[in-house]
């Protein structure tokens, strides 16, 4: 499931989802854009093994990884917003950082 939304937020640059959820995908997703950064082909080997979609993983390292090559960190930023209508558990909108 993790993977997936890593793969969904790398792909559309935004995910709405819970935030504990969120909070776990952050890190995994930042992982795979510092990766995407070291631009090696073992790096990029690992990232396959984690993404779901090739297509996504050369989005990383050919557009992501230079967008980000000064930024250390912080890739992903999440924004509460507020309770989901069916259970009222806690909502956020994780989205990549310009």
Known sequence: MYRN???????YGKIVTTEAKAK???GM????????????LHSRRQALAFVTDKKVV???F????PRYAQRPGGYARI??????HGDGAPMAQLELVE
């Open 58 to 60: 050369a989005k990383v």
């Open 79 to 84: 924004i509460k917003i507020g309770p989901r």
């Open 62 to 65: 050919d557009e992501l990884a």
């Open 5 to 11: 939304l890593v793969t969904d937020l790398l792909r």
């Open 24 to 26: 776990q995908v952050q």
């Open 29 to 40: 997703a930042e992982r795979i854009i510092t990766l995407g950064k070291g631009g090696t």
